[in-house]
């Protein structure tokens, strides 16, 4: 899931993937600038029995089997701190490592000088292969052994040919690709989540503009079937009713009034007589 919204969101953003791609690419690029070259130099040791244990005129090389030991003990004392003091005032530059060669059988040293100059890896090379000699010599001096009976050591082999180490520059261009192409997946997202904001917003926007409300008209008191009075009509003010302790003991109830109406006069069904209408007429004159 998370990959497929990756993949979505560089399809959607791709310019901006680009730049970082290239960007990524341009830093690659000058990167070796900034990280040396380095130089490796190598050499073997092997060490020799004492003279008085081989036979006379006999081959030493047959009588290796009992110098293992001793092998890696000299091994220990190259790599102590005070051994490394002493080189490095002699003018050693640079990373060795002196080690016993564990690919044979054979007590063989193996020496490797890394550095960032070839004349300074050959330097740092000799001035080990020299030193080894006077540490073994000071080791069996230390425990007291005769002379001839001490063990030697002999180069076997020095390559005057340095290697060139890619190491240090293929780990500074992983880091650094890496380390563009997290930059470049984070630049994308943020860009994409920015725009999806602005759409969310500029919709939202146009949603409000495009409702419209309808508003509800309130029913006023005269539509209810009431009247509204008006501020300045007056109104009589209803008379208070007196108390009943306050009213005169002799004075007479009023009787209540009639609320019955009295029906009109009935007009009269009979015609008016001729005298009736000469009494009228004259009555009319005379007014």
Known sequence: MLLSHLVGVLRRRWLAALVGLLATIGVCAV???FVPTEYSISATMLLLPPVNTAVPGANPYLALGGLTGPTEVLARAMTD???DTRLRTSGATGTWEIVRDYQ???PILAVTVT???VARARNTSELILTQVPAALKELQSSIQVQADAMITS???NRNSDPQTVRKPLYRALIVVLLIGLLLTVALASVIDVMAQRRRRARAAARAADSVDVPITPVPSRARLGTTVPSPSTTYPRAPSAEPASLASPTSPKSPPASTTASPP??????PASRADLARSGRGTAGG
């Open 31 to 33: 990167t070796p600038k």
């Open 81 to 83: 701190p005070a051994m």
């Open 104 to 106: 044979t059988s054979a």
């Open 154 to 156: 002999t180069v076997v």
């Open 115 to 117: 550095d960032t100059s």
């Open 265 to 270: 006069p009935k007009e009269s069904s009979q």
